[in-house]
């Protein structure tokens, strides 16, 4: 290759991300704090999914569950950034058309891409491609790309996305005519949190998180993510080549949404009103009856009353943490076998309280992940004081 066109390569020791990485604890309240907000819209997603006949509106409510989806995963990667350089992010993978994934991404940039009047052009094999993968990190990983390019690439401008297979491999380009890439910054592009680039030139700072993320993610799934340029103003391409394995098995339905729970007397303790009123109007649809709290205390008095075969509780509410606010629901009388669902925004709590809930589920959890967890609850059985 030329020196006018170079490609960029990983320079990034783990001991130079750990220095520029933010503080743990910083990352930590603020996956807690996202992950609040993002419950009540998937919740209301999914409840408009249910009423909703009309394909353009239903398209539209597909594309908010895709995002939330991608926003929670993000989310995750943020906190735990530093876990990626170590493999430590598991994928959930299923055999999945690449079309499917490719065409999905560009949804969810389309708006950007019109705004600042670009064309794009695709070019996909006529035939299927069937990717064993994670298909929510592939879109993912593919929407940065598109995000990218549509940032880079000037009004009018053109991006290109391109997928074939070469050999055992399945190779996808994403490629505009935008203001290309400094060969100075090619090799360490990917790397996270770069402070290295010059001060004030926010452009290329927002790089930074993305393109590590993606490029960990292609790793993690066996390939490679390499970007080109032949300098400022000659474009850039960016190339994602993945092993093409036999497929895996399908995946089993999110939610097992035809599951129909046996109808249950169910508490939900969250001090976030949104998340516990769209989950409640959601598990009414089910048949069963709800009855909502905003604290521990308030948890607590209801259910002597109340009596719920299923108690769903948020962990950090305001008063009574929801670890002790469980155990004390099941030292009143008749709650011994009180059925308790954790939802947290805390994705280690299972690991530090083993054995204390029956179900743990990190928000925003799947409202159909719900139902299907109350719909496997035992037959109620007094369990030993």
Not at 245 to 250: I, L, T
Not at 352 to 372: E, M, T
Request: proline share 7%; with cysteine; aromatic share 4%.
């Amino acid at each position: 290759m030329s020196d006018a066109k170079r490609m960029s390569e990983p320079t990034e020791s783990a001991a130079a991300a750990a220095r520029t990485e933010p503080p743990a604890e910083f990352l930590a309240v603020l996956a807690h704090e996202l992950r609040n907000p993002l419950s009540p819209i998937r919740n209301g997603a999914v409840l408009l999914r249910s009423l909703c006949n009309d394909p353009r509106q239903l398209q539209v409510i597909e594309m908010i569950s895709r995002n939330v989806v991608t926003l929670t995963r993000m989310l995750d990667d943020l906190l735990g950034v530093a876990r990626l350089h170590r493999g430590r992010v598991c994928l959930e993978k299923q055999s999945v058309d690449v079309g499917r994934l490719v065409h999905n991404a560009l949804e969810n940039v389309q708006s950007a891409i019109d705004a600042r009047r670009q064309s794009v052009v695709v070019a996909l094999p006529a035939e299927n491609i069937s990717l064993s993968c994670d298909p929510v990190r592939i879109e993912q990983i593919v929407q940065i790309l598109l995000d990218n390019a549509n940032q880079y690439t000037p009004d009018g401008g053109v991006l290109s996305v391109k997928a074939e297979v070469r050999g055992s491999q399945l190779v996808l380009e994403v490629a505009d005519n935008g203001s290309g890439i400094d060969p100075a910054l090619l090799p360490r592009l990917f790397n996270v949190f770069d402070q290295s680039r010059p001060r004030g030139d926010w452009l290329q700072a927002r790089l930074g998180l993305g393109l590590a993320i993606a490029r960990n993610l292609v790793e993690l799934h066996g390939g490679t993510l390499s970007a080109e340029s032949a300098g400022l103003g000659c474009g850039s391409r960016f190339t994602i080549r993945l092993p093409i394995a036999p497929p895996a098995a399908p995946a089993l339905p999110a939610g097992a949404a035809d599951e129909r729970p046996r109808p249950a007397r169910i508490l939900i303790v969250d001090d976030f009103e949104d998340i516990a009123g769209s989950l409640a109007q959601y598990l009414r649809a089910y048949g069963h009856t709800i009855i909502t709290a905003a604290s521990g205390r308030e948890g607590l008095r209801l259910a002597r009353e109340f009596q719920p075969e299923v108690a769903i509780l948020d962990i950090g509410l305001p008063d009574i943490a929801g670890v002790e606010l469980a155990r004390r629901l099941r030292k009143l009388t008749g709650l011994a076998s009180v059925y308790l669902i954790a939802v947290t925004a805390h994705d280690e709590f299972s690991n530090r309280n083993p054995g204390l809930f029956d179900v743990y589920l990190i928000k925003p959890a799947d409202p159909s992940l719900i139902a299907a967890a109350v719909a496997r609850r035992p037959e109620r059985a007094e369990r030993p004081q």
